[in-house]
């Protein structure tokens, strides 16, 4: 009964440790893609977009993904390719959803503009 409890210890021991071992998820263009489509969800359902809308926005999105990627190091780049993207999404809503989508939740570069006031 002892060598049963001495055994069953160490497997434990080990397969918590090989648990605790394992490589944490990689970020990249995979998770930032889930993320670009979650935000679009979000914004789908808050917006009511057409079928044609999301698929422009998300067209421009995988752009800006790739350029993100690109320009990833250089912090004015990706300040001016977040106002790019930003102008080139709402260049495909209407005024009616331009205006519902300042108070949305969703939308983190026009957080610090709110800040600021």
């Known amino acids: 009964m002892k060598k049963m409890t001495i055994i069953l210890s160490t497997?434990?021991?080990?397969s918590?440790?090989?648990?605790?071992?394992?490589?944490?998820?990689?970020?990249?263009?995979?998770?930032a893609t889930a993320a670009s489509v979650m935000e679009?969800?979000?914004m789908q359902k808050f917006l009511d977009l057409t079928d044609d809308?999301?698929?422009k926005i998300h067209e421009i999105n995988?752009?800006?993904l790739d350029r993100y990627f690109?320009?990833?190091?250089?912090?004015?780049?990706?300040?001016t390719l977040i106002k790019?993207?930003?102008?080139a999404v709402d260049a495909v809503l209407t005024k009616e959803q331009l205006e519902k989508i300042k108070n949305a939740?969703?939308?983190?570069?026009?957080?610090?503009?709110?800040?600021?006031e």
């Open 70 to 79: 690109e320009k990833r190091k250089d912090k004015d780049a990706m300040k």
């Open 62 to 64: 995988k752009t800006y």
């Open 40 to 42: 679009l969800n979000r």
């Open 16 to 31: 918590a440790a090989s648990l605790y071992a394992r490589p944490k998820p990689k970020h990249g263009p995979f998770n």
């Open 105 to 116: 939740p969703f939308r983190g570069y026009d957080r610090k503009k709110k800040k600021d």
């Open 53 to 55: 809308q999301i698929k």
């Open 84 to 87: 790019e993207h930003k102008e």
């Open 11 to 14: 497997i434990l021991l080990f």
